[in-house]
């Protein structure tokens, strides 16, 4: 989902319904939140500041609220859009989301096994 714009309510029944029956099949979720340095001036500056931003904290809890997935599983990553040289801080919260989507991938087959 881009942090950048509003999510109309019909598109997030239907993800709120594709959760559910996700999660009754035991399938883990998670979401990904882009566009977050578009959506916030504080982490445009410094996307170190991601974490501390009060916009985007209450846009990942909208967010968990209208769908049901934890905050805890929803990772901000800033899209590559302007950009012609790989950046440190970017990479970090792309692998980050990647990484925890591998974790959660194993886990799912490690009990399906």
Sequence with gaps: MSANTQIKPSILEKMKSVRKTASELGIPQ????????DACGEIEKDLKNVYKSKYLKKKMKDFSAAVGIPINCIFPVKNYSEEIDLKDDVDFLILSALKKMVDFGDDFIETKC
């Design 30 to 37: 998670m979401a990904m939140m882009t566009h977050i340095d």
